[in-house]
């Protein structure tokens, strides 16, 4: 209950705004310092005039800052609180999809979907994979004796589809339609029951022309049907009507115009429900043939292909939605419709006498079907706040478009094991008229439309993941009135009434305009408005606006204006405090051009002028003392930035966050290269900016700390907008560049509307791209999500898009950025000219290149890197010759790899590093297993004197030195010169190896020209060259030729006559190039086939033995079906696995890859006896599934094998790089560890 608002008889005033207490205090204090000389202190003593008048100033202040926090934020807060990190609770204390219940939150929420269940898998998600402990390594080849590696974190995913007012239910085959008898005004009902979505999958390549709409029926005989009744028999109009008591059985033959290829589906079955029994002698054969066969829009083969085109469209977007918020190290396998079991109810029905049959049967299914599958209710914000539920466990999980759902809810909801008699008519005694329920029965039926007997009275067993749903059709209710039993008499008032029920228990996705609670608002005020004391004074004084009179003399003038200077001391002070006050919200402002956090009003003699007759010689400061001045005196530049810090330092406390340790080693990093003092100051001034920069980012960073990136990313897969968001998180804690900290996001309210725009700024305020279309957005979290959107284009499309033509457009002086679609995203600001534009445009790229290059570490999910396919190349394991692995034969579950740029400067420091290594370890989930690479980004450097290129550059320099031999022994000398030139060489090295490596990943991982080499020369080496002194002029062109012509791509090119070691380091070449290149066309490669709908190897081979079995009517065994296929795919998929190993540095033909696939897979059919037709059928399967030979809309998958192997050989052999004298371990990222030396980023 609300405590009512009431008025205080005895309101007692702080001691701020309490004049009596304020002037009590002065007195005692002029009396304890003062009372030697001044002992008089009559209420006319002008001292006690002043105290008044200052007293009576500070009650003002008083009372001004006991007004609400709100209103000294108020125009902060009124325009949206953006610039501030007083978030709103959707946008703080929500949270990514984290728990099971949370990913089923954002299912439920998507239109179409009226529930939905994650189940963990704890077996293998595509293929077994198996220890091969003799030669330490995985392999495909099927053990029986072992049980494989199963790697964990993958989920299935189940579906129930909101029901379809045309198809009915979504999530099986079944269609009802009615059958109108041609001769007669009768009609039928008949249920089909055509394969589900599962079944449709597995048999992907035979239904994918099916599901293609485009695709038109063929236009002589689309549909070809036959019948068979129970036993197998052919149907005839003799034994038509005897058969209908039991399913048919249908065999359906779709032709598409102009394609060769049928579809053919076997046993459908088909039940027809007569209204009245002797209606069944008046169907004929070749009329209810003719009706299923019919190829209209209407007929029931185009609606069942409709049916599953939309099912197979919601099921496209559930998993463009996980996908988008899929965990670290996590993935999903299986995303399908449940599972559904019908389940007919038969019972005796004791009722009141007066009740309505129609309507008590009506609530009775409609009970039972709530029971079966209860409704999950979405609530609004102002339904839960009024049922006291708290905020942040309202807000807990992800942020929903259409309200909230309660976690009760979800939990009733969860897949029965079981349903019970006792719980149905528990809830069947609560219907109004109901008295008895007697002889309950319950009665499963299978697939195949016949009841799977016998029927249970108490409980029934639930397949799992399968939900139970009433087949009304086959259920009975016989109701008693009196002991007399009866049947409801209108079985469409029945349906009438139960469609009622539904619509008005239907879970209704909420259309709510703001979800959110409001940020508060505040009354704007005027905090700096100040009345001088002065002017308060009695008019004897002179000192007021009427100042003194006009024949006062020269000492009486002299004596007001000191009295004025004197009182200027409280003025300032005062004008001071309201001035802090009125710039209270930019105290804790996240603007970053915000640099003080003390402010002045500086009261200049325009505020203090009097109308007297000398008001302009009233100038009560030295000529040269200004407003900037004063603000000097009350803040100095080091004052502001560490006031700054300890402000931002409160704001980050009030998240849980700290930067101690951070501040302290950017000091020690900056004071590399200055003086402490500047190292100080530099290292304050980054300080406060990257503190700013991640409490804009707070939220973000809070909800998406285990989020992962998407695999899938429609934008751009290998963009760095699609990062994980533990990646951002380090970022940040790291102080790296991210070239979204220089886009500026401003939201505004006009007019209701929230409007977002954004600018691409530099350090020096320049604005380099900003958004052309006005974006508007109804709530702050659409706003938000729309800035992100638009923030996430301009990074993927900033460099290599930008460079494009397709992605580029420089028109009156102009240049615009446009995204994947040829969308505009972004553009410029007005130059004179073209040339103009395109010499900003190169500057712009110029510089977004420079801050990319802090986001070039990467987080490896080696879940991502399991095999898809049979053949992929697996990774490394340590085993024990007696298989005593301890956990270490699954490589890929619940493990990270941070692959950071050991090369960059600051992670040369041992100091940062190892500060680094604690925060990924730190902030890594704790069921994740991180291990941390430094890997450096250098050329191979040759393996001796003949071709290593700092011996050749050494040798080189000493062939022009320009000073007299620095011995006369010739060994001596040659001694003393490479003494000499050694850290000359190191240095060429290094700075042109850094700049080198920079430009070939800006050029596409592409190798740049000789011009553009000779510019890198002079860029980067002329103008440093530390031992330019000792040489001669000619030096330079020699010097030039030798680096630009080894620095090549080819110099890194694995080559036949390589031995091993040679392999070995030339697998080390530009580490972080080489490892950033394979990963992002193995990502591009990897998108492009798992978007594709196909169903894996092993099923089809699955799906064709238990096919043959039933064309060919015989008994198919399900576990040796699959020991076969495990065999033979095993031993198809080791070989595969080697020979792409073997040809890996050698191109490959389509051809090639064909003959061999062709050659391997009849290898391993032949050792497993396989003979005609199913070894060629088999053959053709296999070819099909890993060349694009039968479909060119398919990608080949030589590719993505090709480049994930490429990807596991230089993954497998990364090595840390430390500063010179240091050996280290990169076992575990220890730099304390100084054993081990080659140890792999994997063992």
Known sequence: MKEPVTISKNQNLLPSEDYIFLRKKGLELIEQLGSDKWTNYNITDSGITILENAVYAQTEMGYRLDFPVTDFLAEALNKGGFDQAFYSAAEILTTSAITISDYRRLLIDKTGIKNAWLIAKDCVCEMPVFTDCKNNQLVYTYDKLSEGVHPQGFYDILLDFEEDTTFGSLSDGKLFTN??????????????????????????????????????????????????????????????????????????????????????????????????????????????????????????????????????????????????????????????????????????????????????????YFEIEQYFNPSIRFYSLQELLEKEIPTEEIFNGPFLEHGFILQNDLKNSQLKADIRASDIINRLMDIEGVLAVQHFLMTKYGPDGNAILPGESWKLAISPQHRPQLYIHRSKLLFFKNELPFLPANNDEVKATLQQLKSASESYKLQIHENNLPL?????????????????????????????????????????????????????????????????????????????????????????????????NYDLYDGVFNASDLASLAETEEGKLLRRNKFLNHLLARFGENFGEYALLMTELIAENDDYFTAKKLSLEKLITDKIRFLKDEPLMSREKAKSFNYLDEVKVTGFQNIAGLKR????????????????????????????????????????????????????????EMADDLVNEWIAFMTEKAKSDAFLDITNGFYRLKNHKSVEIGISEAFADVPSAQNALTAMISWAEEKFKSERFFIVEHLLLRPHFYGQALLPVCLDADCETCGEDDPYSFRLTFVMPGWMQKFKNLNFRKYAERIIRTETPAHLLPKICWVGNEIYRGKDETDGIICQMLALLKLHYSGSPLSADINENDRLLTKLFCPCTDFIFDKYNEAYAESVFNNNFLD???????????????????????????????????????????????????????????????????????????????????????????????????????????????????????????????????????????????AQWETSIDTLIKNALTKMLIINPQFTDLVNITIEYYTDKANAKKKHKKDVIFKHAYLIAIFKNLKSIYPPATLHDCEDGDDGNVVRLDNTVII
Request: glycine content about 2%.
């Open 729 to 784: 998180r380090i970022s940040h804690l790291l102080g790296l560049e991210m070239l979204r900290n220089y886009i500026k996001t401003e939201i505004v309210i006009i007019d209701k509307k929230y409007v977002v725009s954004l600018k691409l700024v530099k350090e020096d305020g320049t604005v380099l791209l900003k958004n052309k279309q006005i974006l508007e957005a109804d709530t702050s979290q659409k706003a938000n």
């Open 1008 to 1150: 740049i020209t000789t011009a553009q080499k000779n510019a890198l020369f002079d860029l980067v080496i002329k103008p440093e060259l530390i031992c330019k002194a000792q040489l001669k002029p000619t030096y330079e062109a020699p010097l030039k030729a030798l680096i630009t012509g080894y620095f090549k791509t080819d110099t890194c090119k694995i080559q036949l006559a390589d031995d091993e070691i040679v392999t070995e380091a030339k697998l080390q070449c530009f580490q972080l190039n080489a490892f950033h290149k394979a990963w992002n066309e193995w990502l591009i490669a990897n998108k492009a086939i798992l978007s594709n709908e196909e169903p894996q190897l092993h099923d089809q081979f699955r799906n064709y033995f238990k096919n043959d079995a039933l064309i060919k009517n015989l008994p198919y065994n399900e576990d040796q079906s699959c020991e076969k296929i495990r065999t033979i795919l095993g031993d198809f998929g080791e070989q595969l696995r080697l020979w792409v190993l073997q040809n890996l540095y050698n191109p490959v033909s389509d």
């Open 520 to 616: 508060p608002k505040g009354m704007i005020r005027d905090f700096e408005d100040y009345f001088p004391i002065q002017f308060q004074f009695p008019l004897n004084y002179g000192i007021g606006f009427e100042g003194l009179p006009k024949e006062s003399t020269d000492l009486r003038k002299a004596q007001a204006k000191q009295l004025k200077a004197y009182l200027l001391l409280f003025e300032q002070i005062l004008s001071n405090g309201f001035s802090q006050m009125a710039h209270f919200d930019q105290v804790f402002s996240l603007n970053e051009s915000v640099k003080q956090s003390i402010f002045t009003k500086f009261i200049d003699s325009a505020m203090l002028s009097v109308s007297s007759i000398e008001s302009g």
């Open 179 to 364: 059958y109108y008898f041609p001769s007669v005004q009768k009609s039928a009902e008949v249920e089909i029951r055509f394969p589900i979505w599962q079944e449709v999958l597995n048999r992907f390549q035979d239904f994918e022309h099916f599901l293609d709409l485009s695709k038109v029926l063929d236009t002589v005989t689309p549909v070809k049907v036959s019948l068979f009744n129970a036993a197998n028999l052919p149907l005839t109009n003799a034994n038509f009507a005897k058969s209908i008591r039991q399913p048919l059985k249908a065999n359906i033959e779709i032709k598409f115009d102009g394609i060769a290829k049928k579809l053919i589906l076997l046993n459908v079955p088909v039940i027809i429900f007569l209204e009245k029994e002797e209606d069944k002698n008046l169907l004929e054969i070749s009329d209810f043939t003719a009706f299923i066969a019919e190829a209209t829009d209407f007929g029931v083969v185009s609606v069942y292909r409709k049916k599953l085109k939309k099912i197979q469209e919601s099921i496209v977007a559930s998993k463009t939605l996980l996908h988008r918020f899929r965990n670290l190290d996590e993935d999903y396998c299986n995303f399908t419709e449940v599972g559904v079991e019908d389940i007919a109810v038969c019972a005796d029905i004791v009722v009141l006498p007066e009740a309505d049959l129609e309507k008590v049967q009506a609530q009775i």
